[in-house]
Nanobody
Framework: QVHLVESGGGLVQAGGSLRLSCAAS????????MGWFRQAPGKEREFVAA????????AYADSVKGRFTISRDNAKNTVYLQMNILKPEDTAVYYC???????????????????WGQGTQVTVSS
């Protein structure tokens, strides 16, 4: 069973940057893929970014392309989400998630992820 712990959220002004981290434990890091999702107040949880270990590929939601970057450090069992040029509409609780296996193409649906972290709040002020 994978255990995920996010960190790095906070309050930032529009145009600023934050880096979220998600530390994984409990299983060999190369055996599963990782993704980031977010949920704003009153809205459904939505896909943000994902990384496929076996395919070595990444996927992003259109709303964050060119501003956010997902990466993983296998030596540290950690996945990151670098968020630049933040906008007020990026305000949400951000969750990292792990699939039960690795895929060639990064997964983007919530139900394709088996394990979730507790979430970290990101607030972007205008």
């Amino acid at each position: 069973q994978v255990h995920l712990v996010e960190s790095g959220g906070g309050l930032v002004q529009a145009g600023g940057s934050l880096r979220l981290s998600c530390a994984a434990s409990g299983r060999t890091f190369s055996m599963f893929d990782m993704g980031w999702f977010r949920q704003a107040p009153g809205k459904e949880r939505e896909f943000v970014a994902a990384f496929s270990f076996s395919g070595g590929s990444k996927a992003y939601a259109d709303s964050v392309k060119g501003r956010f970057t997902i990466s993983r450090d296998n030596a540290k069992n950690t996945v990151y989400l670098q968020m630049n040029i933040l906008k007020p509409e990026d305000t949400a609780v951000y969750y990292c998630a792990a699939t039960s296996r690795t895929w060639v193409v990064p997964r983007q649906r919530l139900d394709e992820y088996a394990t979730w972290g507790q979430g970290t709040q990101v607030t972007v002020s205008s």
